[in-house]
Nanobody, 124 residues
Framework: QVQLVESGGGLVQPGGSLTLSCTAS????????MGWFRQAPGKEREFVAR????????SYTDSVKGRFTISRDNAKNTVYLQMNSLKPEDTAVYYC?????????????????WGQGTQVTVSS
């Protein structure tokens, strides 16, 4: 079992920046591909970003490309999501997730463990 805990959410003005962190329990963090998802009220959960086990490969949904950066520090069992140029439509609960799948995926059913979520609100 893997436990994931997100932090760093909050209220930010449009155009501002915020960095989310997700820390995993145990010593198996480097065996998992990691992803970030988000869910706004009344909307389905959507893929945001993912990163390979060694951090060499990343992928993003089109709406955040050029604005968000996913990274990881395996020594700290932590994955990050740096969010710049934030827009009101980025407002959502953000979840980190861990996948034991062989290939990276933007489908939520490929992820085995999920954090509790952290609220990000972008508003003036």
């Amino acid at each position: 079992q893997v436990q994931l805990v997100e932090s760093g959410g909050g209220l930010v003005q449009p155009g501002g920046s915020l960095t989310l962190s997700c820390t995993a329990s145990g010593r198996t963090f480097q065996t998992f591909r990691m992803g970030w998802f988000r869910q706004a009220p009344g909307k389905e959960r959507e893929f945001v970003a993912r990163i390979s086990r060694n951090g060499a490969t990343t992928s993003y949904t089109d709406s955040v490309k050029g604005r968000f950066t996913i990274s990881r520090d395996n020594a700290k069992n932590t994955v990050y999501l740096q969010m710049n140029s934030l827009k009101p439509e980025d407002t959502a609960v953000y979840y980190c997730a861990a996948s034991a799948a062989f290939y990276g995926s933007d489908k939520d059913n490929a992820y085995d463990y999920w954090g509790q979520g952290t609220q990000v609100t972008v508003s003036s």
